[in-house]
């Protein structure tokens, strides 16, 4: 199965420190980059992580606090500098395009290659992209704040080389027939169908990104049984009050919304700047979901097919 | 005379990279921060240059493209959450009023301080600030675009101790009546005037800023006989015409203007990306004003007082 990490460009809350950007996460299928969010900084981490903007494909933003958009502008800008060739898609709240129609009016950003805006929350339910798909929720934060969840396009069985052999299927062009789920005929007559000779289909793989938001419905239906769950952490469990206020949660009820939705594994991010030392925050939020870890910038990970 | 400096806090044109920063210069006058331009990252090398945005009292705007204000909803943003209590002028181009409006109404950028917006181009002709003017003119850019001088208030001249005793000017308040350009009259009944005490007022210390322009009238008159010319130098001088084209300037360009204008010393900035050995920029521009430099970000320049 080909490759899928996450890489973390930005792991603060609220605004940038010395050691931790603003809201970014880059997903890199194939080559091919989605992106979560584009705090301010975004281009800079993305040159330091050593993904190439050209490879673009589709930027998704949670909400219009500026920690999670400042960084948007100067991106495109930048690629439109780098006469940036293809599509780039921008799924983002209702708002959106009055935000790019006056940035172009003032001259802020006027890309020179088609940026496809589209709104959540009017009649689209998903985007469906050629080897995925992502869809999105409502999150309860204190401005329309949506949640992501990436969904990879299942992939057919494995090829049964002994098998397609045995039942006489010459090497060459009918293997890969069968391998695109076509029947074949071979040259006595006999046909052989692709349930001979694949194994079980292969289930695509699933991330989920939370911020910024309380735990809620929404998050457990995004974050079902995923393989990844990115989920805001931005306080330690003593201030779960001052979370409720700000809509935000804490690092253990993001643990705990991971063992409810089954998730596999879940990485922290969006930590306030007063944490310098993560230590007892993953100690906590580990006690209830063990596969935690707490991101810092520039982390990657690699996102493995189960089963 | 107190402390005046200039720091460069992004050096490059159109996108950064990992060694400069997009356009932001900060002046600092007895701890009291000026911003002209606020690109991308600027908040961030405001802390590597360990200037602190409590001290931040006006922000200027040379246009609108992206390079050279994306820095501004993060850095405000900031400033709200850190509890900034006291007013910042924003000065920029008209637009600057509409930008602010959509950033407020989207939720990016809610500044919970004064911030009080001024649009160039319409009444306005100049700022007053206590201690400092900073007057402005059209350049030549492919859209709105204005320099700017900063003019500090010129100061009484120095304190003849000696003079004042001889006077029979008892040591004490008087003393001070006289710094303050007030005349006293002693016990005797004689009349002491400041000008018998002080020496000729000393002239405040002048900075132009002036990018993204081609060399203009407007420039001479911004730069004329000023303390520091700092000046946009996208391109080498075989350049010219592609700088021609785009309403930028060449290193040569900038360093003849600064000479055409009397300016004591010219700081070079704002280069294209596509240069990392900046020697020959240098030496080029030397040739036609020997007291040239070119910006580093995070280089830091005192302005001296002349005469």
Redo the contacts between chains.
């Keep these: 199965m080909s490759g899928l990490k996450a890489v973390f460009l930005g792991t603060s809350s609220?605004?940038?420190?010395?050691s931790r950007g603003?809201a970014a996460v880059a997903l890199v299928l194939d080559g091919e980059l989605i992106l979560f969010d584009c705090?301010?900084?975004t281009?800079?981490q993305m040159?330091?992580a050593g993904l190439r903007h050209s490879r673009l494909k589709q930027i998704c933003l949670s909400?219009?606090?500026?920690?999670h958009?400042?960084?948007l502008?100067?991106l495109l800008?930048?690629m439109t500098?780098?006469q940036h060739p293809d599509p780039v898609g921008v799924l983002g709240p209702r708002?959106l395009k009055?935000?790019f129609a006056?940035?172009r009016?003032?001259?802020?950003?006027v890309p020179r290659f088609p940026v496809s805006l589209r709104e959540m929350g009017r009649d689209l339910s998903s985007l469906q992209g050629e080897h995925w798909a992502i869809s999105f929720e409502r999150l309860e934060h204190r401005?329309e704040t949506w949640g992501f969840r990436f969904q990879e396009a299942d992939k057919p069985g494995r090829f049964d080389v002994e098998a397609a052999t045995s039942l006489g299927v010459p090497m060459g062009p009918l293997f890969g027939c069968l391998q695109r789920g076509q029947p074949v005929v071979l040259q006595d007559g006999r046909t052989v169908f692709p349930h001979q000779v694949l194994g079980a289909p292969r289930p695509g793989r699933s991330v989920a990104y939370i911020t910024d938001t309380r735990p809620c419905e929404a998050s457990l239906r995004l974050a079902d049984r995923v393989d990844l769950l990115i989920h805001e952490g931005t306080y330690a469990d003593e201030l779960r009050d001052q979370a409720g206020a700000r809509g935000h949660s804490t690092v253990v009820e993001a643990a705990i919304l991971a063992r409810q939705a089954g998730a596999r594994a879940l990485v922290i991010t969006h930590l306030s700047p007063k944490y310098t030392d993560i230590r007892p925050l993953l100690d906590s939020a580990r006690e209830q979901f063990e596969n935690t870890r707490i991101a810092k910038d520039l982390m990657e990970l690699a996102i493995e097919a189960h089963g």
């Design positions: 609220g605004k940038p420190t010395l603003v705090g301010e900084g281009q800079l040159m330091r909400h219009f606090h500026g920690d958009v400042n960084g502008p100067g800008g930048t500098l780098d708002g009055e935000y006056l940035l009016r003032l001259g802020i950003l401005i």
